[in-house]
């Protein structure tokens, strides 16, 4: 699974520190989940979608749907 996690991140002007806390989980988390080494849970995808601006279907992708 990939994501566009730190695309939109930079797009809006965030830290990985500040979307963690937004999100409620901690930096490293947000590391993980920029390279593609952590798959969110359902929840923490909806969160970060959110906060995002954003569709869950959007932010993340499966590789085989490329």
Same mark, same amino acid.
């Given at each position: %699974?990939? =994501?566009?996690?730190? /695309? !939109?991140?930079? $797009?809006?002007? %965030?830290?990985? #520190? /500040? !979307?963690?806390?937004?999100? @409620?989980?901690?930096? #490293?988390?947000?590391?993980? *989940? /920029? $390279? @593609? $080494?952590? =798959?969110? &849970? *359902?929840? *923490?995808?909806?969160? *970060?979608?959110?906060? !995002? /601006?954003? &569709?869950? #279907?959007?932010?993340? &992708?499966?590789?085989? #749907?490329?």
């Amino acid at each position: %699974m990939t =994501n566009r996690i730190k /695309e !939109l991140r930079v $797009k809006f002007g %965030m830290t990985q #520190e /500040e !979307l963690a806390k937004k999100v @409620n989980v901690r930096r #490293e988390t947000i590391v993980f *989940l /920029e $390279k @593609n $080494k952590y =798959n969110p &849970s *359902l929840r *923490l995808a909806f969160d *970060l979608a959110k906060t !995002l /601006e954003i &569709s869950v #279907e959007d932010l993340f &992708s499966f590789d085989d #749907e490329k």
